[in-house]
């Protein structure tokens, strides 16, 4: 099984901070796409973002921009002047053949 | 558009007894999900297809069973409930390579 790892368990900061929240991910693909989505307190899945394994460019939407690292495996997300709306699990998700793998979760808790 | 429905939002149920978790979408999706997530923990695939008539397994399909007879509906059956199947059930779909798109959830809890 593909394998994703989110090595931040729990992430605290005070309101207005940036955030970057980690991922790697293990894939035997060569084309794949990956995928953020947030889990607020409430309990629904939003999708955030979406990227091309084969589209390497950073972007930014907004509050949010991601880096997207394909020799190291790694795509990661930050949230840039981070409110208390922001509180939330956030989960990498890479998408290989048919199949989304989730991490387990980087729980975000900002404080006011 | 009601994107992807799930019923019923909760339910509890005896060790043995069986039921079948529903999930329809109304957005043309070809590939729709099962997922389950235990308390602080991720997502794990119970099972997946990709158009109506095929479906396949994920990382966690056993005591689970779907069908896929139209592209709307992708049911879950459980048989033969386990507490360790207490957990929020979560259907997805999606088109191609894009985002899922997420019902709000079941909560089944199994006594």
């Known amino acids: 099984a593909q394998k994703v790892t989110q090595a931040q368990t729990e992430i605290s900061v005070v309101e207005k901070e940036d955030v970057t929240l980690d991922c790697v991910y293990e894939?035997?693909?060569?084309?794949?796409?990956l995928f953020w989505y947030k889990q607020p307190p409430s309990g629904e899945l939003v999708f955030l973002i979406r990227?091309?394994?084969?589209?390497?460019q950073n972007e930014i939407s907004g509050r949010y921009s991601w880096n997207f690292q394909k020799s190291t495996s790694s795509f990661n997300f930050t949230i840039t002047a981070s409110q208390v709306v922001d509180s939330a699990v956030y989960f990498c998700?890479?998408?290989?053949?048919?199949?989304?793998?989730f991490g387990t979760g980087t729980s975000l808790t900002v404080i006011p | 558009n009601a994107g992807v429905t799930q019923t019923p939002k909760f339910r509890i149920l005896k060790i043995g007894q069986s039921m079948t978790l529903q999930c329809t979408q109304d957005?043309?999706?070809?590939?729709m999900y099962w997922y389950r997530q235990d308390p602080g923990m991720g997502l794990k695939l119970i099972y997946y297809?990709?158009?109506?008539?095929?479906?396949d397994k994920g990382e966690v399909p056993n005591g689970y069973n779907v069908s896929r007879s139209t592209t709307e509906d992708f049911p879950l059956r459980l048989e033969l409930a386990a507490p360790s199947q207490t957990s929020v059930y979560f259907c997805?779909?999606?088109?191609?390579?894009?985002?899922?798109?997420f019902g709000e959830g079941s909560r089944l809890t199994v006594l």
């Open positions: 997805a779909s999606s088109y191609g390579h894009g985002e899922l798109f």
């Open positions: 894939t035997r693909d060569t084309t794949y796409y």
């Open positions: 990227r091309n394994s084969f589209d390497e």
């Open positions: 998700a890479p998408l290989t053949g048919n199949q989304f793998y």
């Open positions: 957005m043309n999706h070809n590939y």
């Open positions: 297809s990709v158009g109506a008539g095929i479906t």
